[in-house]
Nanobody, 116 residues
Framework: QVQLVQSGGGLVQPGGSLRLSCVAS????????LGWYRQAPGKQRDLVAS???????NYADSVKGRFTVSSDDATDTLYLHMNNLKPEDTAIYYC??????????WGQGTQVTVAS
């Protein structure tokens, strides 16, 4: 069972930046897709950003140009760098590591609140 530990959320003013981290208990390179999702109150969980094991990235239109997904294989850490944050970015953010239907792991979630 892969364990994922998230950190880095919090309260930030509009226009500010945050970096979310997701540390895995196993090597990241074994997973086909690494991703970040978010869920706002009363809404479904949506994809924010993802990257494949060969480095291809995909972003939700609402975050393109502001968020960047990256990974560090040396520390088995997935990152989400968030710049120019907006109130509509307020949500619980989850990391996800996917290899197959039987190898699909989620972090515990971390709250990001953008407010003045």
């Amino acid at each position: 069972q892969v364990q994922l530990v998230q950190s880095g959320g919090g309260l930030v003013q509009p226009g500010g930046s945050l970096r979310l981290s997701c540390v895995a208990s196993e090597n990241l390179f074994q997973f086909n897709v690494l991703g970040w999702y978010r869920q706002a109150p009363g809404k479904q969980r949506d994809l924010v950003a993802s990257m494949t094991k060969i480095g291809l990235t995909n972003y939700a239109d609402s975050v393109k140009g502001r968020f960047t997904v990256s990974s560090d294989d040396a520390t088995d850490t997935l990152y989400l760098h968030m710049n120019n944050l907006k109130p509509e970015d307020t949500a619980i953010y989850y990391c996800r590591l996917f290899k197959s239907a039987n190898s699909d792991y989620w972090g515990q979630g971390t709250q990001v609140t953008v407010a003045s």
